[in-house]
Nanobody, 128 residues
Framework: QVQLVESGGGSVQAGGSLRLSCVAS???????????MAWFRQSPGKEREPVAF???????RYEDSVKGRFTISKDNAKDILYLQMNSLKPEDTAIYYC???????????????????WGQGTQVTVSS
């Protein structure tokens, strides 16, 4: 069974940086290229929203509000997903979740059908 565990959240001032990590386990028999992983976030009173995606050959996509500030990447050898967040803003405050899917879906397909695996989330708080 695949498990995802996020870490790296915390409290920072606006303009600061954080790097989130998501360690995936139970993936030994999963494809290392035919997958999709993503970061989502949920703010109080709002629905969970996608932030960034990474697909098989390291193709990436970003939600418009984080383009140029956030970078998603994956260490395939260690099976760790990262989200480098720079120039943080108070509106980035949320619980950040890692998600993964190994059915060979594109990011758009996984978003529509729902990702198969989720982490428990890590809190990011940005103060002004």
């Amino acid at each position: 069974q695949v498990q995802l565990v996020e870490s790296g959240g915390g409290s920072v001032q606006a303009g600061g940086s954080l790097r989130l990590s998501c360690v995936a386990s139970g993936t030994a028999y999963r494809s290392k290229t035919n997958y999709c992983m993503a970061w989502f976030r949920q703010s109080p009173g709002k629905e969970r929203e996608p932030v960034a995606f990474i697909e098989g050959e390291d193709s990436t996509r970003y939600e418009d509000s984080v383009k140029g500030r956030f970078t998603i990447s994956k260490d395939n050898a260690k099976d760790i997903l990262y989200l480098q967040m720079n120039s943080l803003k108070p509106e980035d405050t949320a619980i950040y979740y890692c998600a993964a899917d190994y059915r060979g879906l594109t990011a758009i397909q996984a978003l529509r059908l729902g990702f198969s695996y989720w982490g428990q989330g890590t809190q990011v708080t940005v103060s002004s």
